[in-house]
């Protein structure tokens, strides 16, 4: 009842000041352009040797399955650095040539032309950014995002747009399971859920590109012996068979010695085609075997409704931050009046 008391004859401050201030913010907060979210989830397939019963399950419940992994054998790359790479330029490079289309179709171009060309900002950021452009002029950028932008050499403009979709991509293990989750921003819905998609895409590409380098080496090299064998082993017959054409009608030990000659080079390096077969059927099959699978919990959907910026809820927030002010504001000047008064 005294601070109602001390504070009643101000009553006409807090008429003016918080309505201007919820006003003030909310229209702020518009020239804010919203944004979306959406959130892929997917369970990438270990390939190492599996963890048995009690210890597996124990390494689960307190967070240390993908240490107990790798101390097993599994791959290098455990899901624990999915978000690094995802992060990384190589990858954000590989995102830029991504065509998008906005909800309306009127925007259909590749997500760099789209994030450098089409993307809204509060006016503040407008005119902050034509200040900067008028005291530093920069160079006009001429990449149309068609082609995989190289990381070797980016302008200003490029490294800005990398560390912008940077921040707008979040991705986030699970370390009791596993699962991967990413979480794309953007400010139209379709072009979120279509990179959200996107990224998903190419994280699998990514895992399967790594689990499988090895495995695609080995079916590239027998691929290779396999077809010189084969011509090796086709010019054996083409020489059997012409000098054995040639010389149907020879007796001597000769000729039948030089003959038995070449059956056994064309037999030998028909063996060592057959072997040669052999290793690429078996190098592709663990090429397969090698190559994970990937469960889809969640797919990319188009949100409906905007994740923020949240208008009404900041404006009442700024508008008892304002009155919490104003109030200690007003008792501090109360009580520096009580001290004049008193002295």
């Given at each position: 009842m005294a601070l109602i008391h001390t504070l009643w004859p101000h009553r006409k401050k807090y008429y003016y000041v918080l309505p201007i201030v919820l006003i003030a913010t909310y229209l702020l907060m518009v020239c804010i352009p919203r944004y979306y979210?959406?959130?892929?989830?997917?369970?990438?397939?270990?390939?190492?040797?599996?963890?048995?019963?009690?210890l597996g399950s124990l390494?689960?419940?307190?967070?240390?399955?993908?240490?107990?992994a790798k101390m097993t054998g599994e791959d290098a790359i455990s899901a624990e650095i999915y978000p690094d790479v995802i992060g990384s330029?190589?990858?954000?490079?590989?995102?830029?040539?991504?065509?998008?289309?906005?909800?309306?179709?009127?925007?259909?171009?590749?997500?760099?032309?789209?994030?450098r060309d089409k993307q809204k900002s509060a006016w503040w950021g407008i005119l902050l950014n034509t200040i900067s452009e008028w005291i530093k002029p920069t160079p006009p950028d001429t990449y149309n995002g068609k082609e995989t932008l190289s990381v070797f050499?980016?302008?200003?403009?490029?490294k800005d747009i990398f560390s912008y979709v940077q921040s707008n991509i979040k991705c986030v293990v699970d370390k009791k399971t596993d699962?991967?989750?990413?979480?794309v921003t953007d400010q139209d819905p379709r072009v979120c859920a279509i990179m959200a998609d996107a990224t998903c895409k190419k994280l699998q590409e990514f895992i399967i590109a790594y689990r499988t380098n090895k495995a695609r080496i080995d079916v590239?090299?027998?691929?290779?012996?396999?077809?010189?064998?084969?011509?090796?082993?086709?010019?054996?017959?083409?020489?059997?068979?012409?000098y054995s054409d040639a010389h149907t009608s020879t007796i001597l030990t000769t000729y039948q010695a030089h003959q038995e000659s070449l059956e056994n080079d064309m037999q030998a390096k028909y063996n060592v085609y057959t072997a040669m077969n052999t290793q690429l059927q078996a190098a592709t099959a663990k090429l397969q075997e090698a190559t994970p699978a990937f469960t889809v919990i969640e797919s990319a959907s188009m949100p409906i409704k905007p994740a923020g910026p949240k208008r009404m809820i900041i404006s009442i927030a700024m508008m008892l931050l304002a009155f919490f002010v104003l109030t200690g504001w007003l008792l501090a000047k109360n009580n520096v009046a009580k001290d004049e008064q008193t002295a």
């Amino acid at each position: 009842m005294a601070l109602i008391h001390t504070l009643w004859p101000h009553r006409k401050k807090y008429y003016y000041v918080l309505p201007i201030v919820l006003i003030a913010t909310y229209l702020l907060m518009v020239c804010i352009p919203r944004y979306y979210r959406c959130t892929v989830c997917l369970a990438p397939e270990s390939t190492g040797p599996s963890m048995s019963g009690s210890l597996g399950s124990l390494a689960s419940s307190i967070g240390l399955a993908g240490s107990l992994a790798k101390m097993t054998g599994e791959d290098a790359i455990s899901a624990e650095i999915y978000p690094d790479v995802i992060g990384s330029q190589d990858f954000v490079a590989e995102l830029m040539s991504v065509p998008v289309t906005t909800r309306d179709k009127d925007i259909n171009c590749e997500y760099y032309v789209y994030l450098r060309d089409k993307q809204k900002s509060a006016w503040w950021g407008i005119l902050l950014n034509t200040i900067s452009e008028w005291i530093k002029p920069t160079p006009p950028d001429t990449y149309n995002g068609k082609e995989t932008l190289s990381v070797f050499e980016l302008s200003k403009r490029q490294k800005d747009i990398f560390s912008y979709v940077q921040s707008n991509i979040k991705c986030v293990v699970d370390k009791k399971t596993d699962v991967v989750s990413i979480t794309v921003t953007d400010q139209d819905p379709r072009v979120c859920a279509i990179m959200a998609d996107a990224t998903c895409k190419k994280l699998q590409e990514f895992i399967i590109a790594y689990r499988t380098n090895k495995a695609r080496i080995d079916v590239a090299y027998y691929e290779k012996l396999a077809q010189e064998s084969k011509v090796e082993y086709d010019k054996a017959l083409k020489a059997y068979a012409a000098y054995s054409d040639a010389h149907t009608s020879t007796i001597l030990t000769t000729y039948q010695a030089h003959q038995e000659s070449l059956e056994n080079d064309m037999q030998a390096k028909y063996n060592v085609y057959t072997a040669m077969n052999t290793q690429l059927q078996a190098a592709t099959a663990k090429l397969q075997e090698a190559t994970p699978a990937f469960t889809v919990i969640e797919s990319a959907s188009m949100p409906i409704k905007p994740a923020g910026p949240k208008r009404m809820i900041i404006s009442i927030a700024m508008m008892l931050l304002a009155f919490f002010v104003l109030t200690g504001w007003l008792l501090a000047k109360n009580n520096v009046a009580k001290d004049e008064q008193t002295a």
